[in-house]
């Protein structure tokens, strides 16, 4: 059996600073409606936080967008795992740089949008609801400690960096 997870809510925060996951929060203040697939723009942009920045001069007043720590989260039910059984958490694409937790615990990290991510979450599941947090760091932040290559017209990290 397979589950599609594609709403979700979406929360920014100070880089490194957002709050310890806690898969028995019900406090959904500042959190924003989202669906996946989808990014972050559109949801901010649907919830009426930003303005569409390809539409007039927007672009520069929805920048502060790319610098935050974007946290994804949504529940969802799971029925008992029995002994022998597989469950994965299987997503077509995560952009790009992202850490994944199941229940408060880290199954992985992602830095690669073009990748298929599986996770064996066959002894995590719990048995009725569960939640799963997608913590997304800017990219300025994930490709500061990156050995930066010095071809092209510009080498700035930024560049060194393909995202869809």
């Given at each position: 059996?397979?589950?599609?997870?594609?709403?979700?809510?979406?929360?920014?925060?100070?880089?490194?600073?957002?709050?310890?996951?806690?898969?028995?929060?019900?406090?959904?203040?500042?959190?924003?409606?989202?669906?996946?697939?989808?990014?972050?723009?559109c949801?901010?942009?649907?919830?009426?936080?930003?303005?569409?920045?390809?539409?007039?001069?927007?672009?520069?007043?929805?920048?502060?967008?790319?610098?935050?720590?974007?946290?994804?989260?949504?529940?969802?039910?799971?029925?008992?795992?029995?002994?022998?059984?597989?469950?994965?958490?299987?997503?077509?694409?995560?952009?790009?740089?992202?850490?994944?937790?199941?229940?408060?615990?880290?199954?992985?990290d992602?830095?690669?949008?073009?990748?298929?991510?599986?996770?064996d979450?066959?002894?995590?599941?719990?048995?009725?609801?569960?939640?799963?947090?997608?913590?997304?760091?800017?990219?300025?932040?994930?490709?500061?400690?990156?050995?930066?290559?010095?071809?092209?017209?510009?080498?700035?990290?930024?560049?060194?960096?393909?995202r869809?």
């Open positions: 059996m397979s589950q599609r997870l594609d709403q979700w809510q979406i929360k920014d925060f100070d880089f490194g600073t957002g709050p310890s996951f806690n898969a028995t929060s019900d406090d959904d203040s500042g959190w924003v409606k989202a669906t996946a697939p989808g990014d972050t723009h949801a901010l942009i649907k919830a009426g936080r930003i303005a569409d920045p390809f539409v007039g001069r927007n672009e520069a007043a929805a920048a502060w967008v790319a610098g935050r720590e974007w946290h994804w989260r949504t529940r969802f039910d799971a029925a008992p795992v029995a002994d022998g059984e597989h469950a994965e958490l299987v997503f077509d694409g995560i952009d790009t740089f992202a850490a994944v937790y199941l229940n408060g615990e880290l199954l992985g992602a830095d690669n949008m073009f990748h298929e991510w599986r996770y979450v066959a002894r995590k599941l719990r048995a009725g609801t569960n939640e799963l947090l997608l913590v997304f760091t800017p990219v300025t932040e994930a490709v500061k400690e990156r050995e930066v290559p010095t071809w092209g017209a510009r080498s700035e990290q930024l560049l060194t960096t393909r869809a």
